[in-house]
């Protein structure tokens, strides 16, 4: 899967698509218009994370390129890939159980903290991007 060189990109189908791990320094774009809100990126080798009208979004560690970045009331999907395994964070609603899907395949049942954050993980092969659907139960 390639980096997206533009840091974040608005795709045909209506998803976007960020980040660039292959970065030495942090780079960020502020300011890009989709769908009615306004989003920001920040990426490099270390961590990658996504905002959206301000409130965190998506944060990797280490350093990711997100694919068809969907996120909806009930669902949020997308294809990360790296260079190593990764640790994402998502911001969802708070004290709700989620279904968790990779490669299409349930890893189980999770229920994001006060906050509204849940962490999931995946082991990165650099010929493979993984797919993630976080679905609302």
């Known amino acids: 899967m390639a980096v997206v060189k533009e840091l974040l990109r608005a795709e045909a189908d209506g998803t976007l698509s960020f980040g660039d791990y292959t970065l ?44 068809n970045f969907r996120s909806t009331p009930d669902e949020v999907s997308f294809m990360v890939s790296g260079e190593q395994d990764v640790q994402v964070t998502l911001e969802l609603e708070a004290d709700t159980e989620y279904v968790i899907y990779k490669d299409d395949v349930s890893a189980g049942t999770m229920k994001t903290n006060l906050s509204g954050k849940i962490s999931v993980s995946a082991q990165m092969d650099p010929d493979h991007a993984v797919a993630f659907m976080i679905v609302k139960k």
């Open 24 to 67: 030495a320094s942090k780079t960020k774009l502020d300011g890009f218009e989709f769908q009615g809100d306004i989003y920001k990126v920040k990426t490099f080798r270390e961590i990658t994370k996504l905002e959206k009208n301000g409130m965190f979004a998506y944060e990797s560690v280490p350093g990711t390129a997100v694919e």
